[in-house]
């Protein structure tokens, strides 16, 4: 009889390698790859209300921050040794060197975003467990085709502690600037009426 659950070993790579892929053209600049976990993993392809969601949430977050924070787009952040991914968002400490000596860590991250229209699973799955095993406190999902934002707090090891799912008519502050109110609304892209 035939054993059908064959165990496999998987080569992880690091960020130190994964870099030196991009430099030797293993990896192209032009590709549009993260790692995370130890894998290379293709990014989905961003339709329009992904890009129209970025860019509100950019706007709104560059012009509530101002001088607080940096509000870094689709840039990688470097969670450990194995996962460098590059979160749509990400709202990180100002560094006086604007990082040109390493990227964004978890001890420099106030919030990370992703947004979701064909990758809702995935940015709540494993990009989650991911974040939450880094140590980054706030994680949101906007998730732009339901138009509802998922927060996700207290992170462990096992995942995040605390999820809670808002509609589009909710607020919200980040937890590193609890002062600012945001409405979901205001992240997500208008509703097109034909």
């Known amino acids: 009889m035939l054993n059908t659950e064959a165990t496999f070993n998987l080569r992880l790579w690091t960020v130190e390698e994964y870099h030196r892929m991009a430099e030797t053209g293993i990896l192209d600049f032009s590709e549009r790859v993260e790692l995370l976990e130890g894998k290379i993993i293709w990014m989905s392809a961003k339709g329009t209300a992904h890009r129209s969601a970025v860019g509100r949430t950019d706007r709104l977050l560059q012009s509530l921050l101002s001088n607080t924070a940096w509000v870094s787009i689709q840039d990688p952040i470097t969670l450990n040794n194995r996962s460098e991914p590059e979160p749509d968002i990400a709202v990180?400490?100002?560094?006086?060197?604007?990082?040109?000596?390493?990227?964004?860590?978890?001890?420099?991250?106030?919030?990370?975003?992703?947004?979701?229209?064909?990758?809702?699973?995935?940015d709540c799955e494993t990009k989650c467990k991911a974040y939450a095993q880094a140590g980054i406190f706030d994680y949101w999902v906007l998730d732009v085709l339901n138009r509802e934002l998922y927060v996700f707090r207290e992170p462990n090891k096992d995942g995040y502690q605390s999820k809670v799912i808002l509609r589009e008519d909710k607020t919200i502050s980040p937890l590193q600037f609890p002062n600012i109110q945001i409405q979901v609304l205001e992240m997500l892209p208008p509703v097109v009426t034909k």
């Open 92 to 122: 990180v400490q100002i560094d006086p060197l604007d990082y040109a000596d390493h990227h964004p860590t978890p001890n420099e991250v106030y919030l990370i975003i992703e947004v979701a229209d064909s990758s809702l699973k995935f």
